[in-house]
């Protein structure tokens, strides 16, 4: 399986790195908050060891973010924060398991594999279609009715965001934090700059727009009623 381990203490991330390679996993190891949700919603991978405590981003709002954008891999928690509320607070944010450090390589293990056994909630979504516009996730590829749309990454992610949630409003916050990151101004022009080429690529070449603004709140993309 391949394992993003997200943890900022190096000697633990090692320990975890080294031993889960040797069982056979392809482990990837980041410690920053924001690298965790960049790799998770640009990367597959099958489960995310998650710290709690990290810099840029903690781990529950990696979480949060990353069930928002309808990733719904499953996410261990490993962490020094074990009380009662703290692992209530984790679970409820869409944690599927909650291990306490110090811990037992062998439990970590074996909660990994039980994990693994589950079955999935759904199969992993390869093709997003929203009235004539489709989005190829693997080949990272852009269409509507037949023709081809080129986009840069941001424009692609924030598509694919808005795809994932369409006929629901998504907040200018919830863009920010899924495709840039916390450390922007929130007074920033950057969402309504990126969102104007997409529309110009998008909707102004065709008869129908699918992307709308709602004022004050944010942006939805549905088909036409």
Not at 39 to 67: E, F, H, Q, T
Not at 166 to 172: D, E, L, N, P, S
Request: charged fraction near 25%; proline fraction near 4%; charge should be neutral.
């Amino acid at each position: 399986m391949k394992i993003l381990v997200a943890e900022d203490d190096q000697q633990a991330a090692e320990f975890i790195r080294k031993g889960l390679s040797e069982e056979g996993h392809n482990v990837v190891v980041v410690s920053d908050g924001r690298d965790a949700l960049s790799y998770c919603l640009y990367n597959p991978c099958d489960i995310i060891v998650l710290d709690r405590m990290m810099p840029g981003m903690d781990g529950l709002s990696v979480l949060k973010a990353l069930r928002a954008a309808g990733r719904r891999m499953p996410v261990i928690f490993l962490t020094a924060m074990g009380d009662v509320d703290d692992r209530v607070e984790g679970l409820r944010a869409g944690g599927d398991d909650y291990l306490v450090k110090p811990f037992h390589f062998s439990e970590l293990t074996a909660r990994i594999a039980a994990l693994a056994r589950r079955p999935a909630a759904s199969e992993a979504t390869t093709r997003l279609r929203v009235h004539d516009l489709e989005l190829d996730l693997l080949t990272r590829t852009a269409s509507r009715g037949g023709v081809t749309i080129d986009l840069l990454a941001k424009e692609f992610a924030l598509l694919e965001i808005l795809m994932r949630n369409a006929g629901r409003i998504v907040t200018r916050t919830m863009l920010l934090e899924q495709v840039w990151d916390f450390s922007f101004d929130p007074k920033t022009s950057v969402v309504e700059t990126h969102m104007s080429r997409l529309r110009a690529k998008i909707d102004k070449p065709f008869e129908t727009p699918l992307i709308h603004t709602t004022r004050n709140s944010g942006y939805s993309l549905h088909a036409p009623r």
